[in-house]
């Protein structure tokens, strides 16, 4: 079994949260993979897929194909970009066979970083270390799209030091969805606001998240309630040792 | 987005008594609905999820026959279906009958088909006293407002809210206490039943090999409207037919657990025509209407058709993080939740509300509840690109377009990318960068720390 | 003519043809379990009485008519004709009229009687419903007028569920306009979700099981 493992950063971990992919980066290597990172990846469209703008998302769609075609195995340290990927480039390219054929052969070989742990590494002990009362956000494409629910949990109960509490409700959106936050303000916020409560009840000092828009999201919203919460992508959780 | 939509948006997040309202009553039934769909409870729960979904499409994709099928077996019992293309053709039957009959006065049971044609306006306008006899809907009418959820259509209001509307609308001294209220509305209620021409109804259900209708209620206004008057006439969309009687056994086990967490409603009527030689009681005379009302113009589009499933149980609304802060009024028309944000573009034109299909972070929590797996996230982005391909037709939100052409240029164009990386935190407006907690930018991409590894 | 203008709408956007045959609809299971009579009596009973209704155990039509008796307490009623409420001697009990099969006398006791007794087709066990169907034994407006209800039936008419149900009856239509599946006393929670029983349906009912 080949050991190699191509990175899929995204743009908004590479702009805004490149130590999220550092922390990956450490995590696979720890477990013995081979990382290598494509150099032409860009984005996998989902901002202009979500906004309407299809012709828009195809073009960037395409160039992902093309960056990532020949990599045996793709990872994601976030669970919305994985099922754009995964889900939605099949929709996008519904009408150009051979495209689509493409997306059919690649969609196979792109994981979110806690599945690909656990269901190809197939490993829940990553050997990390992390003294901490933390609570886990389900993100919404992650849990409902990927069907992740209890793979970062056990991935967590690992964490040697590490108390995890489930807040509730638990499951809810946090309210960014991409351009709705932007669109919709007033009512992202609101929802933010909700998350934010629920976390802080749960007494923990840090939550944990798939995707770093939920944890940008969910970060504002617990500045705004004065709260001293730390976020913490489960990459950065998992590399600590 | 219309001002409108924006206001009344603002103006639901910002009534911390609607807000209060609506959360609780939501969270409510969403959790009743949980513990009757729970796998311990009810194991079955996916397979008849799928079941449903199954019949619904195939009920779609053969609604031809299925209406012809149910119209020959409506005859065959006495019964008349009457086909209205639109809301017009619904009050017109429904004047006419009242001419011919003499009838002044009609009892109605909850239905939001009536809703979406105004019929009770379009009644009144001619002089016609036309009462809904669900008290949540009693209320609302006695209010002069639409129901502000599915199937519970006075949520957002409050006892105080309903002492001051008997008090104004029906001159009676102040009553706060919920269950004097209540008895205060059966007794009015019950001389409008017992003196009524014609009793109206909605159809949960037609049942194509029966030429029956279903409904499902847990007052007993529904049995009470079609049982009481001489005449009953049913309205409801194409869309609510099932094949068979026996496929009761799946929605029926799905419509009161996935609606407000029940395993069958109070009363389950399966009404098929008017009373039969050595009936003693119901009513004489039994009339479906059909209603298109553009239904038909979801068919041809198979990505979005299954919106024409829905049962109208209302669990979307219940689990949906937006409807559950914004309120069914915030909605442009009769429909609310994640159903309303399909079904009303799709019925009146992605152009009443260009807005309505962004209105969601696409959380999916909807699409997990549905009882008939309709797709409504997926739902929600197809219009999304039907808006944008309008717009560009009409060369409206020009801007908005160029900066996602721009977008995928760019990210087309790796070089070109890695070049704008730090401009685009400064491209990014203050206000959400302080949003989301980006103070200042990291000193290095991950791209530039990667290649100095 | 809306009715060609509407199919021939549906009809051109399904791309189908008129009078083109479908497909066979996808087949529902009725899965009907098997459980003893004891069992079915126990569970309907329990279940009536977790929707707050009020049950008795009959082990004779005549415990059945002294029960009724006295759960009238005094009060009107108004029985069916049905011939299982003869059996059991309901209409000879005082204060009871019966025998009605005018429909504008019926309705004018009915609205202003207190109590009005029906047997049942059928009961099922798992939802505690009771199967109404209407014909010239059973009119509708005696179960849904009076405020309260008191429904006698032997115990082999009660069905396990809704599968069951539509196995022994798939075709409701073919015998009766009205099939009614009463569960539990009529309910609102219109008002700020408070619970509320009886509105326009009877807010008390009892279920009798005899045998």
Same mark, same amino acid.
């Given at each position: 079994m080949?050991?190699r493992?191509?990175?899929?950063v995204?743009?908004?971990?590479d702009?805004l ?22 150099e ?7 901002p ?9 998302a ?6 992902f ?13 976030s669970?919305?970009?994985t099922s ?20 059919e ?11 690909f ?9 990553v ?19 990927l ?9 967590l ?23 709705? =936050? ?7 916020? =609101?929802?933010a606001a909700s ?19 939920c ?15 730390r ?6 959780v998992?590399?600590?040792? | 987005? !219309? ?17 209060? #309202?609506? %959360? ?15 796998p311990s ?13 199954a ?9 031809d $026959?299925?209406?012809?099928e ?5 005859q @065959? ?9 639109? @809301? ?36 009144? $306008? ?19 407002e639409?129901?502000?959820?599915i199937?519970?259509?006075?949520? $957002?209001?409050?006892r105080?809210?309903?002492a ?10 102040r ?17 409008k ?10 159809a ?7 030429g ?9 206004n ?9 005449? $009953?006439?049913a ?7 099932i094949?068979?009687a ?11 657990r !996935?609606?407000?967490g029940?395993?069958? &409603?109070v ?41 024409? %499933? ?16 914004i309120?069914?009024? !915030?909605?442009?028309?009769v ?29 999916? #929590? ?34 908005e ?6 977008f ?36 290095? &991409?991950?791209?530039q720390l990667?290649?100095?590894r | 003519m809306?009715r ?36 079915r009596i ?13 049950? +008795?155990?009959?082990p ?8 009724v ?22 209409p000879?009990l ?5 025998g ?31 199967v109404?169907?209407?014909s ?12 309260? +209800?008191i ?11 809704l599968?069951?149900?539509f ?19 009529s309910?609102?929670?219109?008002i ?7 509105? +326009?349906?009877p ?9």
């Open positions: 080949s050991d493992v191509s990175l899929f995204t743009c908004v971990v702009q949260f490149p130590k999220i992919g550092l922390s990956m980066v450490t995590v696979l290597e720890r477990l013995g993979y081979q990382v290598d990172f494509p032409e990846q860009t984005c996998c469209g989902q202009a897929f979500n906004n309407g703008y299809w012709a828009e195809r073009v960037t769609a395409r160039h194909l093309d960056t990532f075609d020949a990599c045996e195995r793709i990872v994601a340290p669970g919305s970009c754009m990927v995964v889900n939605h480039f099949a929709e996008l390219f519904r009408k150009e066979p051979e495209t689509l054929a493409r997306v052969a690649l969609r196979r070989r792109v994981w979110e970083f806690s599945a742990l656990t269901d190809v590494a197939g490993v829940e002990d050997g990390a270390h992390l003294d901490e009362v933390v609570t886990f956000h389900d993100g919404c494409h992650a849990l409902r799209e069907g992740i629910r209890s793979g970062p949990r056990r991935l109960a690992h964490v040697r030091g590490l108390e995890l509490r489930e807040m509730q409700p638990v499951e809810e959106c946090c309210g960014f969805g991409g351009t709705f =936050a932007v669109k919709f303000g007033e009512l992202s916020c =609101a929802m998350k934010a409560d629920a976390i802080v009840r749960t007494g923990a000092r840090a939550v944990v998240s798939l995707d770093p828009s944890l940008m999201q969910i970060r504002g919203a617990l500045t705004r309630a004065g709260a001293s919460v976020t913490m992508h489960l990459a950065e998992l590399a600590s040792v | 987005m !219309s001002v409108e939509f924006d206001r009344k948006i603002h103006a639901a997040l910002n009534d911390s008594k609607l807000q209060l #309202a609506v %959360y609780t009553a939501t969270a409510r039934l969403k959790e009743n609905r949980e513990n009757v769909v729970a409870v009810l194991p079955d729960y996916q397979e008849l999820r799928t079941q449903a979904n019949l619904k499409k195939h009920v779609v994709e053969n609604l $026959h299925y209406l012809e149910f119209e020959r077996n409506v @065959a019992r006495g019964g008349k279906v009457i086909w209205a293309k639109d @809301a017009t053709e619904v009050a017109d039957f429904v004047l006419s009958l009242a001419r011919e009959r003499n009838a002044r006065l009609i009892v109605k049971s909850k239905s939001m088909t009536t809703e979406e044609v105004d019929l009770n306006e379009r009644l009144e $306008h001619h002089g016609l006293e036309s009462v809904e006899t669900d008290l949540g809907e009693y209320i609302v009418q006695l209010a002069g639409r129901p502000f959820h199937v519970a259509p006075a949520l $957002h209001k409050d105080y809210d309903v001051d509307i008997f008090q104004k609308r029906l001159g009676i001294e009553e706060v206490v919920p269950e004097k209220q209540t008895l205060i509305a059966r007794k009015r209620l019950r001389e039943f017992l003196a009524a021409d014609i009793g109206m109804s909605g949960n259900f037609l049942v194509a090999d029966s029956a209708i279903v409904l499902v209620e847990n007052e007993g529904a049995r009470l409207s079609t049982t009481a008057p001489k005449v $009953h006439v309205i409801a969309g194409i869309e609510k037919l094949p068979r026996q496929d009761l056994a799946v929605f029926l086990k799905l419509l009161g !996935s609606c407000t029940q395993e069958l &409603t009363y389950t009527s399966f009404l098929s025509g008017a009373r039969r030689e050595g009936e003693i009681d119901g009513p004489d005379e039994f009339y479906v209407v059909l209603l298109d009302n553009g239904r038909t113009r979801l068919l041809p589009d198979r990505g979005k058709r299954q919106s024409l %499933y829905c049962i109208r149980c209302s669990a979307c609304l219940n689990t949906c993080p937006v409807y559950r802060r309120g069914g009024h !915030s909605y442009p028309w429909y609310g939740g994640p159903i309303g944000a399909i079904l009303t573009p799709q019925f009146l034109g992605t152009a009443h509300e260009p807005a309505l299909p962004f209105a969601s972070s696409l959380c999916g #929590a909807c699409a997990e509840v549905c009882p008939v797996k309709i797709d409504i996230p997926k739902v929600l982005l197809e219009l999304r690109s039907e808006v944008r391909k309008s717009e560009a037709r009409e060369s409206r939100n020009r801007l377009k160029l900066a996602f052409r721009a995928a240029w760019v990210t087309s164009h790796p070089r070109v990318y890695e070049m704008l990386a730090p401009v685009t935190m400064a491209l990014m407006p203050a206000r959400l960068r302080d949003r989301f907690g980006l103070a200042e930018p990291p000193a290095r &991409t991950f791209r990667w290649s100095r | 809306s060609e203008n509407i199919l021939h709408r549906v009809r051109t956007g399904l791309g189908r043809g008129a009078g083109l045959a479908i497909s066979e609809p996808p087949a529902v299971r009725l899965r009907v379990p098997q459980v003893d009579v004891e069992t126990a569970t309907m009973l329990r279940r009536v009485e977790a929707l707050a209704g009020k049950t +008795h155990r009959a004779t039509m005549e415990d059945a008519r002294a029960f008796e006295a759960a009238l307490a005094g009060r009107g009623a108004v029985a069916s004709n049905a011939p299982y409420l003869a059996e059991c001697g309901i000879s005082a204060g009871v009229k019966s009605i099969h005018d429909r504008e006398e019926l309705r004018a006791i009915c609205a202003t009687i207190g109590v009005g007794i029906t047997s049942a087709n059928y009961a099922l066990a798992d939802t505690g419903s009771l109404m169907l209407s010239a034994a059973e009119a509708r407006m005696i179960s849904l007028l009076p405020p309260a +209800h429904a006698i039936l032997p115990a082999d008419r009660i069905l396990t569920g599968d069951e149900l196995t022994v009856l798939p075709h409701p239509a073919e015998i009766t306009s009205s099939m009614v599946l009463i569960t539990g006393p309910r609102t929670g219109d700020e979700q408070i619970l509320v029983r009886g509105v +326009h349906g807010g008390e009912l009892t279920v009798v099981v005899v045998g």
